[in-house]
């Protein structure tokens, strides 16, 4: 979220309220510190607990929030505003065991209040990740407190973190017809709107936002994130700069103006507007991540590892930068730090069928071939559309001498990818190591005829026909092969084989010259001893 100057303010004169507000609530309860002469009604016992409470949570003090809210429950037990404050704390503690206890206890003590159900939502979408759960919850929380648009936009949170963009679309127009005049609303619908490639829609309603919020920078933002989207950066780049305007230290502008220029391969920009987005806040996990993109994009590894793993330091929970650096380890050629990582990541994504192929392939080149095939059975389990973990499993196989199980698995690639002229070549190799000739060359003509630039496959025609004793043929496609490469003296050799077999002594004196002019004399006099036969 992007904050703008006025509510920076804002925020600032709220803590210097707390501060203020903790110091008299210290002192009204017994602290020895002396400070102003409050009066306190001992009747608003439970609000100075909660309100001292709501200081510690602000301050992440979590755990004086939870002994404060405890003592306003008991106090004012049928204040939901305590059960809310004592929960947060809770969830920021991890005492999952009593955020349950203290909901369910909430629950039966004020059975019609929304907010056990929020609670239960929050914590099953932030922290349990189970989505579905929680949309039932903010479901009930809408139920009880309908027209609040606090409880649609609980809704949209869970909807969002599932990708359900016309859901979450739904439930801020239910917000909004209950706060038509609020144009943070119209943003997030539009955001919707962005990512259903609805941008005439989210125009609409940024246009709408604009009004209401003339010197909001949101608005700009917005209309920056909808310029991005359709790849109009000259428009989105005036849109940022509109809102820098407004709050010239927003790093978060600059992370969407770095993000615009890595888009357009503007790599110097892109990193001048990420390193000044950390100038203005070295904290930024985010940021070192986009950096370190544009480093690696730049194939500048050993920069953008160092980013990565300080992106991990300020936020150990980032798994695309466990990915990242899994993958830029193997190309990296350090093994054993990419399974690592890559491992990190699957605790995150253990459904990541790409993350088991790519661990396949390093196990593979380390020559542990049982843990390679393990991988890429689970690549395969978890999507069953994962065409190179058959074809890695097929070349596993055939370096196994296992053909047949080979051939079993270039087949469901030939199903996924039929038009694979790489898989139809790698299939007739298979079959020619089986001394099948006909299946062989069959699934050659089917590679030359997906790819007819394939030298390859003139190369290994050729040499089936002659094999064959279709000499005529495999002239044709071995001088097609030369065609490719020229300096080929097996090629020539061959050639000067069939010549003498077809005993025609002029063309395989011609293959004896070429050989010879290639330096190849000990070829070239192979083929001499056909004139002493």
């Known amino acids: 979220m992007i904050f703008n100057q006025r509510v920076i303010v804002v925020v600032l004169c709220f803590f210097c309220v707390l501060a203020a507000s903790e110091n008299m609530l210290l002192y009204a309860m017994g602290d020895n510190k002396p400070c102003h002469n409050v009066y306190i009604d001992p009747a608003d016992d439970a609000w100075m607990y909660s309100n001292l409470g709501n200081c510690y949570n602000v301050r992440f003090r979590y755990n004086d929030a939870e002994l404060m809210f405890r003592r306003a429950i008991e106090i004012k037990p049928e204040d939901e505003g305590n059960y809310d404050g004592l929960a947060h704390s809770l969830i920021h503690q991890k005492k999952y065991k009593e955020v349950f206890q203290i909901i369910e206890s909430a629950r039966k003590v004020i059975p019609n209040s929304p907010v056990p159900y929020e609670k239960l939502g929050y914590f099953y979408t932030v922290v349990l990740k189970n989505h579905v759960a929680a949309e039932k919850f903010y479901k009930r929380a809408v139920i009880l407190d309908a027209y609040n648009p606090r409880r649609y936009t609980d809704l949209v949170e869970c909807y969002l973190r599932q990708e359900k963009y016309q859901k979450a679309g739904q439930a801020y127009a239910k917000a909004i017809k209950l706060n038509p005049e609020n144009g943070s609303l119209l943003i997030g619908l539009g955001h919707c709107y962005i990512n259903q490639h609805k941008y005439k ?12 919020m003339p010197d909001e920078l949101d608005s700009y933002v917005a209309f920056g994130s909808l310029y991005s989207a359709q790849k109009k950066y000259l428009e989105a780049e005036k849109m940022y700069k509109l809102a820098l305007r407004i709050d010239p230290k927003n790093k978060h502008v600059y992370n969407a103006l770095g993000s615009i220029y890595s888009d357009q391969n503007n790599y110097p920009q892109a990193i001048a507007a990420f390193e000044k987005s950390l100038q203005l806040d070295p904290g930024l996990a985010d940021t070192y991540f986009y950096l370190a993109g544009v480093y690696q994009t730049k194939e500048e590894y050993p920069k953008a590892l160092e980013l990565y793993q300080k992106s991990l330091q300020l936020n150990p929970d980032s798994a695309d930068a466990y990915s990242n650096l899994g993958n830029l380890y193997y190309i990296q050629g350090d093994y054993d730090k990419a399974i690592s990582y890559l491992q990190q990541y699957l605790k995150f994504n253990p459904a990541s069928a790409d993350t088991y192929s790519v661990l396949g392939e390093i196990y593979n080149k380390k020559g542990d071939p049982s843990k390679a095939t393990t991988c890429f059975e689970k690549s395969i389990q978890l999507n069953p559309q994962e065409v190179s973990a058959y074809f890695a499993l097929a070349d596993i196989y055939s370096k196994k001498g296992d053909y047949p199980q080979a051939i079993v698995y270039f087949d469901k690639v030939i199903k996924l990818q039929p038009a694979s002229a790489d898989t139809y070549s790698a299939l007739g190799s298979i079959y020619y190591l089986q001394n099948n000739y006909p299946q062989a060359i069959a699934a050659f003509e089917k590679s030359l005829q997906l790819n007819p630039d ?18 005529d043929k495999a002239i044709s496609y071995l001088q097609q092969y030369l065609k490719f490469n020229p300096a080929s003296a097996d090629t020539y050799s061959v050639l000067g084989e069939i010549y003498n077999k077809k005993g025609d002594k002029e063309k395989l ?25």
């Open 509 to 533: 004196r011609m293959q004896i010259k070429k050989l010879k002019e290639l330096g190849k004399d000990a070829l070239a006099r192979e083929l001499e001893v056909c004139f002493e036969e």
């Open 201 to 212: 829609e989210a125009e609409k309603l940024f246009l709408k936002a604009i009004v209401l």
């Open 454 to 471: 394939s030298a390859d496959a003139y190369s290994n025609l050729g040499n089936l026909y002659y094999i064959q004793g279709d000499y």
